[in-house]
Structures are given as C-alpha cells and as structure tokens.
C-alpha cells in the first residue's frame, strides 16, 4: 500500500457552537450518527463530516493557541439539474445559512452558487453537465482526454 491514499474519509469542521451548528444542519435534514464529547459526526456517502468545537480541534492538532480559520476551503453539493440546485439553494438560505453568491450560470458552463453555515464554512451548489452524477449522486470525474 502506498502512502497517502488519493481520498477523504473524514471533513472535520471547527464550530464555535456545536448546538448551533447541529441545529443549522438538522434544518437541512441531516441527522448525525454519533454525537458525544463536544463532536457530532454525520455519515456520508463513503465519508463523514464532523463537526468539532473549534478549541478542542486546535488543541487536538496540538496547536492549541492557534485560531482556526473559515472561508479558505468549499465545501459542494452537485446536483444533477438547475432547478435542484435552486431548491438546496433556498433550503439552505430557510435553514440559516448567509447567502454569498445565488445560483447563476458560470463561465465554466455550468451553474452555481454559495453560501456559508453559521460558522462561515463555505458550501457550493452546483449543477455541472460535464460531470454527470450517479444515481446514487456520487461523482466520478470523467477521465481527461
């Protein structure tokens, strides 16, 4: 096995409130599987997302006096149509997250658009018509040609 593996298993997402950001994301429907000690983690398809207070996180990645960041990274959600986009768009909006940027068309022929959760972490919803979805709604990349 060569070392590291071209994957993510695991997103972890320093909060300020952990109580307010699972509440934002039961609002979008999701459920976490496991919640204990300060964390709650959420089952992906073939990944997690946990949410984790951002102290604890620095401290866990043995820099506890560092002051965790938001913004710096996206977060995306692929849909297979426009109109689906909108919806997850406006469901994210009713459910407490800041609008960035609403869904438009992009220069890279595809359609987006952003928002932030209540700790400023940026999602994207995007439809792209190169990158067809599975059924499952998981994403292969189309090998380059």
Do not use: K
């Amino acid at each position: 096995m060569t070392l590291p593996q071209q994957r993510i298993t695991l997103v972890s997402l320093g909060v300020a409130d952990l109580d307010r950001a699972c509440a934002f994301y039961a609002a979008l429907g999701w459920s976490p599987t496991v919640q204990a000690d300060g964390m709650a983690c959420y089952q992906l398809q073939g990944q997690a997302l946990m949410l984790f207070g951002r102290a604890a996180l620095a401290e866990d990645q043995g820099r506890a006096e560092a002051e965790l960041g938001t913004g710096a990274m996206t977060l995306a959600q692929n849909y297979t149509t426009r109109d689906d986009v909108d919806a997850a768009y406006a469901h994210a909006i009713a459910a407490g997250a800041r609008a960035l940027t609403a869904p438009e068309p992009v220069f890279w022929g595809g359609y987006s658009g952003y928002f932030a959760d209540p700790d400023g972490h940026v999602w994207e919803v995007a439809h792209n018509p190169c990158w067809p979805l599975a059924a499952d709604g998981s994403l292969t990349l189309p090998e380059a040609p």
